[in-house]
């Protein structure tokens, strides 16, 4: 499953959807599956449906995704993900991180495969986020 997305648009956004086999691989890696899961760069919610998979529950599963057309076909994509559990942000704005911390009470774990012209500034912001 996955996005059908203009490929000039793909490359400018670095966004290369991933496949569900990494997906599930990615998500069977965490030591524990309880509490709640962000994807701050969801494209298709491909990491989100491997963690339901996995046994998490939508409703401890939250997604942000900055391109609107992909935030569209995330919602279409995943019906059981709550409304309220997502964002139309930029994932490197402190906004973005403030609207999460608020919508999951301030509690989850990150799962993430950020666009590849992007990778290092989200990886190196979310890092920056989390307590010491």
């Keep these: 499953m996955g996005i059908d997305m203009n490929k000039d648009k793909q490359k400018l956004l670095g966004a290369f959807y991933t496949p569900d086999s990494l997906a599930d691989k990615m998500a069977s890696k965490f030591e524990s599956l309880d509490g709640n899961f962000v994807d701050f760069?969801?494209?298709?919610?491909?990491?989100?449906?491997?963690?339901?998979?996995?046994?998490?529950?939508?409703?401890?599963?939250?997604?942000?995704?900055?391109?609107?057309?992909?935030?569209?076909?995330?919602?279409?994509?995943?019906?059981?993900?709550?409304?309220?559990?997502?964002?139309n942000m930029d994932a490197l704005d402190d906004d973005c991180h403030k609207k999460m911390l608020e919508i999951t009470n301030g509690q989850y774990q990150v799962i993430l495969?950020?666009?590849?012209?992007?990778?290092?500034?989200?990886?190196?912001?979310?890092?920056?986020?989390?307590?010491?």
């Design 41 to 87: 760069t969801a494209g298709d919610g491909s990491l989100l449906r491997a963690l339901n998979r996995a046994g998490v529950d939508w409703s401890r599963l939250y997604a942000n995704e900055l391109d609107k057309d992909s935030y569209e076909n995330l919602l279409k994509m995943n019906p059981d993900l709550p409304r309220d559990h997502t964002l």
């Design 113 to 132: 495969n950020p666009p590849f012209n992007k990778s290092n500034h989200i990886v190196a912001k979310i890092l920056e986020w989390m307590p010491e």
